[in-house]
Each structure stands twice: as structure tokens, then as C-alpha cells.
T-cell receptor, first 115, second 113 residues
Framework: KAGVTQTPRYLIKTRGQQVTLSCSPISGHRSVSWYQQTPGQGLQFLFEYFSETQRNKGNFPGRFSGRQFSNSRSEMNVSTLELGDSALYLC??????????????FGPGTRLTVL | DQQVKQNSPSLSVQEGRISILNCDYTNSMFDYFLWYKKYPAEGPTFLISISSIKDKNEDGRFTVFLNKSAKHLSLHIVPSQPGDSAVYFCAAKSNFGNEKLTFGTGTRLTIIP
């Protein structure tokens, strides 16, 4: 099976712009989660989508939003970019519904740089 | 509030010896724990997991130990190999959190040949 894919891999934007990142989960996986990784902060949970519905949300401002399509592909949008949004954005997919022991599989991430 | 803590940012171990990475958590609702390995420019790769009903899980060179009373888990790698050099993250889930993973800040493991 193909793994989780994320596009683009690298992105450079300026403050105030908006950006959309894309994630294609592993075939058959219906849950997609997004994380932000910054130096010293580890991975911070952004949100999780399942069956086109946001099931869980982390502590990020409303500038961060997402959606999931019927084919389970997901997009994440950040509006009014700030310098502090520079980070590696990771997407992970899993097959939920088997209890709490589902494993999330990560994509390679999108490296966003805000100038 | 860091609910999952990895207090050692880095660790160096001689090739062939045992690497022990530690992780502490504060949330007693966590009941499933995972270790991920991350190389630069790649996403985290799942290594091994353990449910709170167990205190040990083994997979080849990797063993995870869970001490629920101390809210502590550790990952043992033996013998350590140069390809094990990476950043290791421990993560936790609670049965009320859906798929949300709470991660530690990572430990950079360097295996010295």
C-alpha cells in the first residue's frame, strides 16, 4: 500500500498570506489528523477528521482550519500567516473503530516557512 | 502543560550497547502509549506500542516497559545500531481522545560506532 502523501513538501509564504496543505491518507484509512512540529515543542495536535467531520480539535487559533473530502483526503488551511506559523506540518492517518489501539501513520510533512 | 515529558533532549550510546529512552506522563486517562522514530525531513515512523493492561511489549530489538503507578514508560533498544540514530518521540492516547496523540518533545539518540 502507498503511504500517507502530503503536498507540497516545501512552501515559502509571507506574513498575511494564506496557505492550503493537502494530505492523502493510506487507502482504507478514514481518519486524518494534523500536527504542527516546531523546535522544542514536539508535535502539537491541530485537529482530526473522520468521515468528513471534525472529531477533535487542539488549542490553535481559528486561523487554522481543515476539511476532509468523501475520499478521505484532507486539506488544512492557515489564514493570515504569522512568522510563528513556520513549522513542519504533519498529517497522519489511521483506521479508527477498533478501540483505542489504532496506530497512526505519518506522511513526510510539509515544511512551511513564513517570511 | 506538558502532559507527556521526555526529559532528556539527547542521548549518546556506543554501538552494540543498550539504549534506554525514558518518558513520563501526568494524565491518568492515558491508556495507550506509542513510540515513534523520526529521521530528518521525514515523518515519524511507528516503532512499538503498549496498552495500559500490559507492562511490557517486545518486538525484535525494541522493548517498551510501562510502569503505571509511576506514570513512566521506557524504550529499550538492544543491541543499538548506527541506523537507530534518530529522534524518538513517545506519545499517548486516552480512550476519550479519539485519535488524538499527545507527544513528548523528543530525545535525539546518537549511536557511536
Amino acid at each position: 500500500k502507498a503511504g500517507v502523501t502530503q503536498t507540497p513538501r516545501y512552501l515559502i509564504k509571507t506574513r498575511g498570506q494564506q496557505v492550503t496543505l493537502s494530505c492523502s491518507p493510506i487507502s482504507g484509512h478514514r481518519s486524518v489528523s494534523w500536527y504542527q512540529q516546531t523546535p522544542g515543542q514536539g508535535l502539537q495536535f491541530l485537529f482530526e477528521y473522520f468521515s468528513e467531520t471534525q472529531r477533535n480539535k487542539g488549542n490553535f487559533p481559528g486561523r487554522f482550519s481543515g476539511r476532509q473530502f468523501s475520499n478521505s483526503r484532507s486539506e488544512m488551511n492557515v489564514s493570515t500567516l504569522e512568522l510563528g506559523d513556520s513549522a513542519l506540518y504533519l498529517c497522519a492517518s489511521s483506521v479508527p473503530g477498533q478501540g483505542n489501539t489504532d496506530t497512526q501513520y505519518f506522511g513526510p510533512g510539509t515544511r512551511l516557512t513564513v517570511l | 502543560d506538558q502532559q507527556v515529558k521526555q526529559n532528556s533532549p539527547s542521548l549518546s550510546v556506543q554501538e552494540g550497547r543498550i539504549s534506554i529512552l525514558n518518558c513520563d506522563y501526568t494524565n491518568s486517562m492515558f491508556d495507550y502509549f506509542l513510540w515513534y522514530k523520526k529521521y530528518p525531513a521525514e515523518g515519524p515512523t511507528f516503532l512499538i506500542s503498549i496498552s495500559s493492561i500490559k507492562d511490557k511489549n517486545e518486538d525484535g530489538r525494541f522493548t517498551v516497559f510501562l510502569n503505571k503507578s509511576a506514570k513512566h514508560l521506557s524504550l529499550h533498544i538492544v543491541p543499538s545500531q548506527p541506523g537507530d540514530s534518530a529522534v524518538y518521540f513517545c506519545a499517548a492516547k486516552s480512550n476519550f481522545g479519539n485519535e488524538k496523540l499527545t507527544f513528548g518533545t523528543g530525545t535525539r539518540l546518537t549511536i557511536i560506532p
